[in-house]
């Protein structure tokens, strides 16, 4: 029999179950005659890829804007058998791709109960399970590990030390009587403990030179030294790491002949469509309801996020990342429901005011070339108008606005803020014809979405600013807001 049934929702379902099922082979013998056979970690992650392909499952599951670039680069380096660097910059999903490999694991495998460092039992490599081998023969106790514990994540530091990622003596194995010289007074650092399984090293320049030696012969000969010990495990596991590009971190650098030892690089990048960007906000931003954010409102930050990645002032080597455009879209969330609280709307619903609440939340986490940083916030601001130009043509630019331009040519005016109620915006606008057809065009998604006011205050602000920024309105600001005249 294979090592174990396929998982019944494709490689993200590999959270922790609550028990071993029931039937397993609980000794070595049991396990031979149940027809058991042993597959290295490379083939058990390179014959579940093309299974979950041929299938058609997710292979990455919660990975936006990849599948043409990064993914099929990565997919190919795991068939290989290649252990993998991933590439980029900050904030590009590296770790999220990195933490959805266990789910092409096998869901349970054998190991000799008891190891620390996973032994299949058909294989024992560590001293311990070698002797346990030896002496209790086909009734070596199996136990059964699920691969959501077969993934180890170390974030590299430059304090990370050798014996914490290889091993060291334990102090306390010598204190009962053992000898120095004796393997078993070893403590197994992170790396083997790993064996069988994944192991992932995050913002490996940050690690030491000394340190990133130690990891030579892992990659190498798949085996470890301890202080001068002669002892070498014939570890079996997938290395991955992931790193920021050297010619921006100053921390550090991949050392030459540890980059060499990796089977591949694979350079990952920020989402280039909107539709990607908007997705990752979905999944990632905690919004205090689905329904706060309409979509155009989204794709505005998604289009600002864009903007501000390729402006010429803004320093490329550090990038923009999803941590960015999360917060900006929370913040003006944030923003509807203290307008809620402050008016009694029923239903929180972010609108174009809220836009420029989000500028002094994200401004730290934009690093702008030299010289560019006193003038900061201003480009951002014009950014963002301009992204909320750019979805107001999209969205509403091929409409005929004239029946709400029209309200405004015998010197009505409508006041706007973060603290104007839908209602109260509604009513200065008064009845307008075709308000059916804006939201149909600029909300498209919001068939469940944002009750009535909230998503039509949402969508006549977005044609009130778009207007205002194609100059066809006026626009009186103050610190409360703004008022729109002809």
């Not at 514990?149 to 170390?154: D, G, I, L, P």
């Not at 803004?314 to 879209?329: E, I, K, L, N």
Request: net charge negative; with cysteine.
């Amino acid at each position: 029999m294979s090592d174990v049934a396929p998982p019944t929702n494709g490689p993200s379902s590999y959270g922790s179950p609550t028990a071993v099922p029931h039937g397993r082979p609980r000794t070595l013998d049991a396990l031979r005659a149940s027809g058991h056979v042993r597959r290295p970690v490379a083939a058990e992650v390179r014959e579940n890829l093309v299974r979950h392909t041929a299938e058609g499952t997710p292979r990455f599951p919660g990975v936006h804007g990849f599948d043409d670039t990064v993914l099929p680069a990565l997919e190919r380096a795991l068939l290989a058998g290649h252990d993998v660097v991933l590439l980029g910059e900050r904030g590009q999903g590296k770790s999220r791709l990195l933490r959805s490999l266990p789910g092409l694991l096998d869901e349970w495998i054998p190991v000799v109960e008891g190891c620390p460092v996973n032994d299949h039992p058909y294989a024992p490599v560590c001293p311990p399970c070698l002797h346990r081998a030896e002496t209790e023969g086909g009734e070596l106790p199996v136990g059964w590990l699920h691969r959501s514990r077969r993934f180890t994540e170390k974030l590299a530091t430059p304090d990370t030390g050798v014996a914490e990622l290889v091993g060291d003596v334990d102090p306390v194995r010598l204190a009962e009587g053992r000898s120095l010289g004796d393997p078993e007074t070893l403590h197994h650092g992170l790396v083997p403990r790993a064996n069988r399984g994944v192991f992932c090293l995050n913002e490996l320049p940050d690690l030491a030179p000394r340190v990133q030696v130690a990891l030579f012969d892992v990659l190498e000969e798949r085996g470890v030294q301890v202080r001068g010990y002669d002892l070498r495990l014939d570890l079996d596991l997938l290395l991955v790491a992931s790193a920021n590009p050297e010619d921006y971190t100053s921390r550090g650098r991949i050392v030459t002949p540890l980059k060499d030892r990796f089977g591949s690089q694979v350079r990952t990048h920020y989402p280039v469509r909107d539709a990607d960007e908007i997705a990752l906000i979905r999944q990632e931003a905690d919004l205090p309801d689905s329904t706060s954010v309409p979509g155009h409102l989204l794709a505005a930050v998604a289009r600002f996020t864009h903007l501000v990645r390729r402006h010429k002032k803004v320093d490329p080597r550090s990038g923009v990342s999803v941590r960015f455009s999360v917060p900006a879209a929370e913040t003006r969330a944030a923003s509807a429901l203290r307008r809620a609280a402050v008016t009694g709307e029923e239903a929180p619903v972010a609108r174009v005011c809220d836009l420029p609440s989000v500028v002094e939340p994200v401004l730290g986490k934009v690093e702008f070339e030299l010289g560019a940083e006193e003038e900061g916030a201003d480009l951002l601001h014009a950014l963002l108008r301009r992204a909320v130009s750019e979805v107001y043509r999209e969205r509403l630019g091929h409409l005929d606005l004239e029946p709400l331009t029209s309200r405004f040519t015998g010197g009505a005016t409508v006041e706007s803020g973060d603290l104007v109620g839908a209602g109260a915006l509604l009513e200065a606008v008064g009845h307008i014809q075709g308000l059916a057809t804006m939201i149909e065009a600029a909300a498209p998604e919001a068939e469940d979405g944002p009750p009535w006011p909230g998503l039509a205050a949402a969508v006549v602000e977005l044609a009130l600013e778009g207007l205002y920024l194609e100059r066809r309105l006026s626009k009186d600001t103050h610190p409360e807001g703004g008022t729109y005249r002809f």
